[in-house]
């Protein structure tokens, strides 16, 4: 039942793009991100619902195929900050009552 | 400000010991989560809590017992039969209806078993 995330890590420099993607066997009503810095609490980015439109957030925006059952996040434009582990959340109908996470993806942006 | 306290930051205990993480929030929030973190492996369900006096099993609440008296309120004890329950620990919070919520963590318990 846990989402697939690829790429398990990611290295960039500043100003580079990225893609992070996550993948479920199951229908999907909702996708859910979160960047974690080390040693700190996740941190909410944004929320894809089944139907729903592309989200976007300054310079990271998600979408959510739904025939694919795969959310993906773009970074534009890589900033240090952008830097942390970042996951994906996942319910499989409306208000599950929880979350089911991903492995994680690592990106680490250099000057 | 408000948020979610997780206590203490960091945790030690001798094999054979029951332990007790706390969490509390002042979000108002209904739900409550507990999650295990280990290196390698994202964040993995242990309990979770829709209103108070009631909560549900995640996937790994072997060796783990919550209560939850209060909405404010779910501490996790992690107990001797938990194998190997050094990890990092967080909690969660989110309301009842998250079409645009999400969820909001804690800054987490590293707990080590020496």
């Known amino acids: 039942q846990q989402p697939v995330q690829s790429p398990q890590a990611v290295i960039l420099r500043e100003g580079e793009d990225a893609v992070i993607n996550c993948s479920s066997s199951k229908a999907l009503y909702s996708v859910h991100w979160y960047r974690q810095k080390h040693g700190e609490a996740p941190v909410f980015l944004m929320i894809?619902?089944?139907?729903?439109e592309q989200k976007g957030h300054e310079k990271i925006s998600a979408s959510f195929n739904e025939k694919k059952q795969q959310s993906s996040l773009y970074l534009t434009a890589s900033q240090l900050s952008y830097s942390g582990t970042y996951f994906c959340?996942?319910?499989?109908?409306?208000?599950?009552?929880?979350?089911?996470f991903g492995t994680g993806t690592r990106l680490q942006v250099f000057p | 400000d408000g948020g979610i306290t997780q206590s203490p930051k960091y945790l030690f205990r001798k094999e054979g010991q029951n332990v007790t993480l706390s969490c509390e929030q002042n979000?108002?929030?209904?739900?409550m989560y507990w999650y295990r973190q280990d290196p390698g492996q994202g964040l993995r369900l242990i309990y979770y809590?829709?209103?108070?006096?009631?909560?549900q099993k995640g996937d790994i609440a072997e060796g783990y017992s919550v209560s939850r008296e209060k909405k404010e309120s779910f501490p996790l004890t992690v107990t001797s039969a938990q194998k190997n329950p050094t990890a990092f620990y967080l909690c969660?919070?989110?309301?009842?209806?998250?079409?645009?919520?999400?969820?909001?963590f804690g800054s987490g318990t590293r707990l080590t078993v020496v």
């Open positions: 979000l108002n929030h209904d739900a």
């Open positions: 959340g996942t319910e499989r109908t409306y208000n599950t009552d929880k979350l089911i």
């Open positions: 969660a919070s989110s309301i009842e209806a998250r079409e645009d919520y999400g969820y909001t």
């Open positions: 894809l619902l089944k139907g729903g």
């Open positions: 809590s829709q209103i108070v006096n009631d909560f």
